[in-house]
């Protein structure tokens, strides 16, 4: 290859095609980025106009907009839709993609064709969600969670959102094998374990979770197909099945895919937080040891789901134990991000805003999950929307706002056009007021009896749900805010060709911007760790060596 | 604080306010010191930052403390289900039948009702049954949730301290109807109580009777 094409920003190298199929076959991992975070902008919208029309019909109890048929399927796609295509694939997916080869200093991910089938099937699966809702029979209306016997006596298209699910795991899985060989086997000379960014090691702990836990959700589809088709009682009572077996190895898989989806933006926020506080990192390696421990905990936890079920009472005990210790991990991150602000020298620029508001967020998420780690506090909150706002908070004001800090702070670096800042500051606080506004009162009506996947509501709860509409309008305009501000930096943003946009260590810096097509010209050769700061001990240095 | 209007309420009520007293005392040391932080070590009053890596003491400290407390709240816990869970022998038994989307109450005596009557300072033991999906049986006040599943025998049980009317809801997702599925509990004084029992055995006698006749009816006519 020519010097000159090494030099070609990915989005203009001309490989075996053109145009849009030199995206959909590319097989370069910045490419493939790119394409999930196109995807999951689309599902997402999805997600949020569900998630604003049942807000929407709750303003008041009764009938305000919808039916309660409608309603129950606008809750079930809101569900699937913003969990298994956006907060699943979202952070490893694009931002993983597009920065993990960059990050340990290779070419690329270790297989390349694997990578692209996996956004395949990914689009694929998520195409499958949106053709339930127009074939005849209606979409699922069963809740994400697919409970059965409700979910076998149902005469909606749940089968189609089943396979799709079932897909989209396929999907998962491969990448996970993916991300894993690539941080044993492509990292560049020099980089050892602990000199791997923080992102790295979570997407690590993250892909192990994605190829150990995704195959049970398959196997519980296949069993579901040889229960329906060879009649063996497995999970439905009508057959002598047992509809407590499906919410166990459901929980499997679903629990620790809520670490699928929390850990990628944990290690964004270890990535940002010492760039804008400009120091090294508090206690790297319990960071990076607590993701992992996460992950193994995490496991172990699923059960926690089915207080209310009925399980022996050791089984109750050992989960709720194993549920508060999973906390500890979370707890050592928290207080390890606050004390890298310790002596730092702190800009706020948006991606650090957002990184701060995930700390807050995501500590009120966490912290109301030990709540119902509790075995006699969870008996009478849980399927209240007390769950339902707990889970917004580690999933969207944690997740969520992990997914906006990574825009932020690693758009203008793919694209090489900077956002309008001022913009991006009224967005935040849009995103961040409406989100509390939101999703908090769930909290106070949860814990007053609220039961969660209502359609009608007793009127003493109409107050709360009213505070909390009120609360989706101002997130939904914060929301229209970012996108259009960053859609239009696309556009017609400054243009940066700056390598160091904030003065980050890692190595996406120190390649050009945006990357070309190669990444590296020569692959690097580390000898340091990532986040070292040397110039702020310059000073002391010399004035050591004066006297 | 909602109504507390059964024996175990107060154990629920006391590990849920030290949990959120614990988590509250958390959540505003870590904002107050990232406020304090961003302000203190802002770029433009501190330059120049310096490079700490870690502290193991610190480290080993707040893995401990926090390890402590959740094993407290996990205790708190664990003896407060263990009331919700152990009924005692004399309890009186009730059957609860759940269905899309009502819910029906069976007394020992055979004697029914879309309600749930029951005399205040006694326990009452719930067999819960289902018809078809998977139910909830939710009475917020009281402080239970049991899920009933079809092919399963869960119980639960309470002990209604003051007389009342209390809100029945299903809280597992069961389909089109899953948001009315309401009923209440009525909680009347022993006296008033048997009263009401009395009634329903009348009623139901009259209607054996009637029936009965009927059919006597019938068969005449053929």
Known sequence: MSSETTHVSYLEYQGRYKGLRGW????????????????????FAAGVVFGFLMRLELLYPGKTIVSAQTYNTFFTLHGVIMIFLFVIPGLPAIFGNFFLPILIGAKDVAFPRLNLLSWWLYVIGGALVLLSILLPGGPADTGWTFYIPYSVRTGTNVIFTVFAAFILGFSSILTGINFVTTIHRLRAPGMGWFKMPLFTWSLYATAWIQVLATPIIGITLLLIVVERVFGVGLFDPALGGDPVLFQHLFWIYSHPAVYIMILPAMGVVSEIIPVFAHRTIFGYKFIAFSSLAIAVFGSLVWAHHMFAAGMSDFGQFVFSLLTFLVAIPSAIKVFNWTATLYKGSISLEPPMAFALAFIFLFSIGGLTGVMQGALSVDIHITDTSFIVAHFHYVMFGGT???????????????????????????????LFIGFNVLYFPMFIMGWLGMPRRYYDYLPEYTIYHQISTVGSWILITGLIIMFTNLYLSLKRGKKVTARNIWGGETLEWQIETPPTYENFEEIPLITEGPYEYKDNDQDILEEKEVV | MIAQSVNYAHSVDEAFLFILIVSVFFLVLITGLIITFIIKYNRKKNPKPTNIHGNLPLEILWTIIPTVLVLIMFWYGWTGYKEITSPPDDSMEIDVTAQMWVWKFTYKNGITSDSLYIPVNRPVKAHLTSLDVNHSFYIPEFRIKKDVIPGRKNFTWFIADKVGKYQILCAEYCGLNHSYMLNKVIVLTADEFSIWMQEKLNEKNNQDTVSADNINNQSVAK
């Open chain 1, 24 to 43: 959909i076959f590319s097989t370069d991992h910045k490419r493939i980025g790119i394409m999930y975070l196109i995807a999951a902008t689309v599902f």
């Open chain 1, 400 to 430: 969520g706002f992990g997914v906006f800090a990574a825009l932020h702070y690693w758009l203008p670096k793919m694209f090489g056009r900077m956002y309008n800042k001022k913009a991006a500051y009224s967005a935040f606080w849009f």
